[in-house]
């Protein structure tokens, strides 16, 4: 059984929102249409237990039907639902329509973001090294990223091995928690359970250490994240700490606390200017240092590089190597120098498969010449070079070279 919860207790009434019917009624069908008010009816209704068998009978529906029209306005973001182990409704949610849709934009709405970038772009264009301004590189010892601990984090778990894992109080409890506060109202799957059950089981991160986890990720999450993007990103992070040697939300703090000094060596290294900075080259920043989790002596390294090699714009030098890295998986300067030498290696093997262009001149073969064919060839270079002032040497270096040959 099933009750809908909101903040709204109005008794006897049942509230139609006028957005409602200006915007989603007209495009609803009839069965939509009964589903939604019949929730709105029970919502102003404080105690009452609904279930899809009794929807489809108050509304002479079938229960496919029910789940049908509750698909169709979860689709616009009306109302969140889920079911238990036993398909029964478990729980709904009705979004407040003034919060619907809020991310969708007019096209003058777009236009006016395109706009806004542009000058963003230029802003960052400015905020770049201007010329004369010589960036200090940075100091990498100071920034060095410490011996990595081996971790392994396991790919799946056995129906068997999460069978015995949830008769542990603690990880049902985190799990319980977990669900509550980071994803309702959607149920965690198979992946969200195997995610915790590995970092409690074999990372070995405490209950508090894994519920500072997802606070820490829930504040970085991006915009229209998905669960399942949400849920790699908390398996990046947790990994990340666990290969740093993080127990505690304290150690983690601490390294955050280095985290906040990479952060403005990377704005001195680079040269950058603007208090505070334009948001595309903070964000930027911030995704190398939190999404990519790259270690400061990395960051620093790209950085270093961009000031010998675009010492214009090394900010986008900067951005493009450490993006590189990202999609190659680099997380260490040992990775960084493999990384090198087999691009080295490639270039250099690309290079010698290229077929050299024929030359007419230096592809000629010499000694397959007649010697009237040679001393032809000496009269037309010394008629070419007699008004040059050229022949006179000419002439030395040809007699030069035939002593050498008869030699």
Same mark, same amino acid.
């Given at each position: /059984?099933?009750?809908?919860?909101?903040?709204?207790?109005?008794?006897?009434?049942?509230?139609?929102?006028?957005?409602?019917?200006?915007?989603?009624?007209?495009?609803?069908?009839?069965?939509?249409?009964?589903?939604?008010?019949?929730?709105?009816?029970?919502?102003?209704?404080?105690?009452?237990?609904? &279930?899809?068998?009794?929807?489809? %009978?108050?509304?002479?529906?079938?229960?496919?039907?029910v #789940?049908?029209?509750?698909?169709?306005?979860?689709?616009?973001?009306?109302?969140?639902?889920?079911?238990?182990?036993?398909?029964?409704?478990?729980? @709904?949610? /009705?979004?407040?329509?003034?919060?619907?849709?809020?991310?969708?934009?007019? %096209?003058?709405?777009?236009?006016?973001?395109?706009?806004?970038?542009?000058?963003?772009?230029?802003?960052?264009?400015?905020? *770049?090294?201007?010329?004369?301004?010589?960036?200090v590189? &940075?100091?990498?010892?100071?920034?060095? &990223?410490?011996?990595?601990? %081996?971790?392994?984090?396991?790919?799946?778990?056995?129906?068997?091995?999460?069978?015995?894992?949830?008769?542990?109080? +603690?990880?049902?409890?985190? +799990?319980?928690?977990i669900?509550?506060?980071?994803?309702?109202?959607?149920?965690l799957?198979?992946?969200?359970?195997?995610?915790?059950?590995?970092?409690?089981?074999?990372?070995?991160?405490?209950?508090?250490?894994? $519920?500072?986890?997802?606070?820490?990720?829930?504040e970085?999450?991006?915009?229209?994240?998905?669960?399942?993007?949400?849920?790699?990103?908390?398996?990046?992070?947790?990994?990340?700490?666990a290969?740093?040697?993080?127990?505690?939300?304290?150690e983690?703090?601490?390294?955050?606390?280095?985290?906040?000094?990479?952060?403005?060596e @990377?704005? #001195?290294?680079?040269?950058?200017?603007?208090?505070?900075?334009?948001?595309?080259?903070?964000?930027?920043?911030?995704?190398?240092?939190?999404?990519?989790q790259?270690p400061?002596?990395v @960051?620093?390294t790209?950085?270093?590089?961009?000031?010998?090699?675009?010492?214009e714009?090394p900010f986008?030098?900067?951005?493009?190597k450490?993006?590189?890295?990202?999609? #190659?998986?680099?997380?260490?300067?040992e990775?960084? *120098?493999?990384?090198? #030498?087999?691009?080295?290696?490639?270039? $250099?093997?690309?290079?010698?498969?290229?077929?050299?262009?024929?030359?007419?001149?230096?592809?000629?073969?010499?000694?397959? /010449?007649? $010697?009237?064919?040679?001393?032809?060839?000496?009269?037309?270079?010394?008629?070419?070079?007699?008004?040059?002032?050229?022949?006179?040497?000419? *002439?030395?270096?040809?007699?030069?070279?035939?002593?050498?040959?008869?030699?």
């Amino acid at each position: /059984m099933c009750r809908i919860v909101s903040d709204n207790n109005l008794n006897g009434v049942t509230i139609v929102p006028n957005r409602f019917i200006d915007e989603y009624m007209v495009d609803a069908d009839d069965n939509q249409l009964k589903v939604y008010l019949y929730l709105l009816r029970f919502l102003y209704t404080p105690g009452v237990d609904i &279930a899809f068998e009794a929807i489809a %009978e108050a509304l002479d529906l079938t229960k496919q039907k029910v #789940k049908k029209a509750l698909k169709y306005w979860e689709g616009l973001g009306i109302l969140h639902y889920r079911e238990d182990a036993g398909g029964n409704i478990d729980r @709904i949610y /009705m979004a407040p329509l003034d919060s619907v849709g809020a991310d969708k934009h007019t %096209e003058d709405e777009k236009e006016e973001e395109k706009s806004g970038e542009k000058a963003e772009e230029k802003a960052e264009e400015k905020a *770049e090294v201007e010329p004369g301004e010589k960036p200090v590189k &940075a100091d990498i010892e100071a920034f060095r &990223a410490g011996k990595k601990v %081996e971790v392994y984090l396991p790919e799946d778990y056995t129906r068997k091995q999460l069978d015995i894992l949830s008769l542990d109080e +603690t990880f049902k409890k985190i +799990t319980e928690e977990i669900e509550e506060k980071y994803y309702f109202p959607y149920q965690l799957v198979r992946e969200d359970i195997v995610l915790l059950a590995g970092v409690y089981e074999s990372i070995g991160f405490s209950e508090k250490m894994i $519920d500072y986890l997802y606070s820490y990720c829930r504040e970085r999450k991006k915009e229209n994240m998905s669960n399942k993007a949400f849920t790699n990103f908390v398996k990046k992070v947790a990994v990340s700490w666990a290969e740093k040697g993080l127990k505690t939300p304290e150690e983690q703090q601490a390294s955050e606390q280095m985290s906040g000094k990479l952060y403005y060596e @990377i704005i #001195k290294v680079l040269g950058l200017r603007g208090n505070p900075l334009p948001k595309g080259q903070n964000d930027e920043i911030n995704k190398w240092i939190y999404e990519y989790q790259l270690p400061g002596d990395v @960051i620093l390294t790209a950085c270093n590089r961009a000031i010998d090699l675009e010492k214009e714009k090394p900010f986008g030098y900067t951005k493009k190597k450490l993006t590189e890295w990202h999609e #190659k998986d680099v997380k260490s300067l040992e990775d960084v *120098e493999k990384l090198d #030498k087999k691009n080295k290696d490639s270039a $250099d093997k690309e290079r010698k498969g290229k077929k050299q262009p024929y030359n007419s001149f230096t592809d000629y073969d010499y000694k397959k /010449m007649s $010697d009237k064919e040679n001393e032809e060839l000496v009269a037309r270079l010394m008629k070419k070079n007699e008004n040059s002032g050229s022949a006179a040497k000419l *002439e030395e270096r040809l007699a030069g070279s035939k002593t050498k040959k008869e030699a």
